[in-house]
């Protein structure tokens, strides 16, 4: 579990609180957004009000997220996987005894998990409203589609497409747990209802156009390291935002920091010093007497 930091620097007689968190913490941290580009916005369990969501916000347990048009999130879950969330999507996490389970309601999403950094046991699963999708350590994409409208209000009816970009996912009907197949490297399954479809292979240019979407996620020649890389950076892009947000040495100002909204969108400029004036002469000492 990722632990919550949070920093309160005074600049200016005005105390900074980072990050800002606009209403109480309603459940344990499951993971920390990365990536924030367009609009999206966040419901905690505990409240019914939905609230933007903001780069380096904490994303804890049964968190509602959804994500507006021409938008992508990017959230970093416990220094294992990392979850890009593309526009128009809605989807909420769990965790329970080392199964983490992300479940996505409409919408796309990418997972990447780096399998060295799960404890024997840990398990990741995304649910749909027809599908699951298990693993221990690979990158997917998961797409859920609703049947348009249905008459009498209710659930829509749900399409799932589940594709494996590196490594292997278990996949099966909501409605049937216990009958799974296994979708391999570059290839693909439907899920229409409680009806797992066939199999099919993905050409590399097929593949490159399902990727196009997602920032950074791993291609073909993706290995474990190259993921375990991955993680490793979008940590060191959250302690580079921690370290920038400290006071310089000596100076109360604050550090440059990497936060567009910090300096109102432009760089931030450390002031320069100003020279210290010369003392002024003793009374009765000067250059004629």
Known sequence: MMATWRRV????????????????????????????E????VARLASTTALPLKFRDSIFERDRINTAEKSIVKVLMGGKAIVTVRELSMLTITEDLG????????????????????????????????????????????????????????????????????????????????????????QSIGITGSNLGRIGSLTQQQMATVLAGFANVPRRGFNQDTLAALVDKEQAKLAALETSLLPLPGNPQLGQSNNPGGCGGAPCVKPQQQPTPPPPPKPGVGPNR
Do not use: C, Y
């Open 9 to 36: 620097v005074v600049a200016g007689g005005v105390a900074l609180l980072f990050p800002v968190l606009a209403w109480a913490q309603a459940g344990p941290e499951v993971g920390v957004v990365t990536t924030m």
């Open 38 to 41: 367009g609009q999206a916005t």
């Open 99 to 186: 199964k983490t389970t992300i479940n996505l309601e409409s919408g796309k999403i990418a997972v990447a998990v780096a399998r060295q950094r799960m404890k024997p046991g840990d398990r990741l699963e995304v649910h749909t409203p027809n599908a699951v999708a298990a693993v221990r350590g690979t990158v997917f994409v998961v797409e859920v589609k609703r049947q348009g409208a249905q008459q009498g209000g209710g659930n829509l009816a749900a399409d799932t497409e589940v594709i494996t970009v590196h490594g292997t996912v278990e996949v099966g009907s909501l409605a049937n747990p216990a009958q799974t197949t296994l979708v391999n490297a570059f």
